[in-house]
C-alpha cells in the first residue's frame, strides 16, 4: 500500500525531520524559521513527542524535492532516498 504522508508512524516523522534538518545543514533554530514554527515545534517533532502538521508535512516534501535537485549528488541521492522512504510515489512524482 502507499504511505500517506499523515500516516507516518511518530519515530519514522522524527528520523525524517532530523535527517532532513541535517541535509539541509541547519540548525533547529534555523529550521524552525524556514519552516514558520517555534523552535520548541522542531524539538518536540525531533524527540517524539508530537507530529508536524499535514501542511509541515507538505513543505517539508517541498524541502527533499528541492534538494533531490540540488547540484551536490549525494544530497540528491540522499534527499531522494527520503522522499522514495517517506512519501508515496505518486506524491513524489508530482514534486
Do not use: D
Not at 541547519?26 to 524539538?43: K, R
Not at 533531490?68 to 512524482?93: A, C
Amino acid at each position: 500500500m502507499l504511505k500517506k504522508t499523515a500516516a507516518l508512524a511518530q519515530p519514522e516523522v522524527s528520523h525524517l525531520v532530523r535527517k532532513l534538518r541535517h541535509l539541509s545543514g541547519l540548525s533547529q533554530e534555523q529550521f524552525a524559521v524556514t519552516l514558520g514554527v517555534a523552535f520548541s515545534t522542531i524539538n518536540r517533532w525531533e524527540n517524539g513527542h508530537m507530529q508536524p502538521s499535514p501542511l509541515a508535512l507538505k513543505q517539508i516534501k517541498t524541502m527533499l524535492g528541492e534538494l533531490s535537485r540540488s547540484s551536490v549528488v549525494e544530497l540528491q541521492e540522499q534527499s531522494q532516498t527520503l522522499l522514495n522512504q517517506y512519501f508515496s510515489e505518486t506524491e513524489s512524482s508530482t514534486q
